[in-house]
Nanobody, 120 residues
Framework: QVQLVGSGGGLVQAGGSLRLSCTAS????????LGWYRQAPGKERDLVAR???????DYADTVKGRFTIARDYDRNTVHLQMNSLKPEDTAYYYC??????????????WGQGTPVTVSS
């Protein structure tokens, strides 16, 4: 099992910056990817950015060049630096860890949602 605790977020004006952090605990050795998803009202939960084991990155096209994901391996923490924020970035942001559970089945673990509101 993996537990995730997120922090950061809040209210910012368009063009501003915010930083989200997520710390993983539990069986972190089985994590194969760590990142952030977001869900706006009435919409599906979509990938924002993800770090894959081995160093590969995945970013949503809408955030490329503005958001940067980085991992602090010593603290099992992933940070999402969000710059040049736009009103359309407004959503609940969810930390995600993808890994193998006790049955060796790939499983998604979720942290609590963190609200990000960007005013125009």
């Amino acid at each position: 099992q993996v537990q995730l605790v997120g922090s950061g977020g809040g209210l910012v004006q368009a063009g501003g910056s915010l930083r989200l952090s997520c710390t993983a605990s539990g069986d972190t050795s089985k994590i194969v990817a760590l990142g952030w998803y977001r869900q706006a009202p009435g919409k599906e939960r979509d990938l924002v950015a993800r770090l894959n084991r081995g160093g590969g990155f995945d970013y949503a096209d809408t955030v490329k060049g503005r958001f940067t994901i980085a991992r602090d391996y010593d603290r099992n923490t992933v940070h999402l630096q969000m710059n040049s924020l736009k009103p359309e970035d407004t959503a609940y942001y969810y930390c995600n860890a993808r890994g193998y559970n006790e049955f060796n089945v790939v499983t998604d673990y979720w942290g609590q949602g963190t609200p990000v509101t960007v005013s125009s």
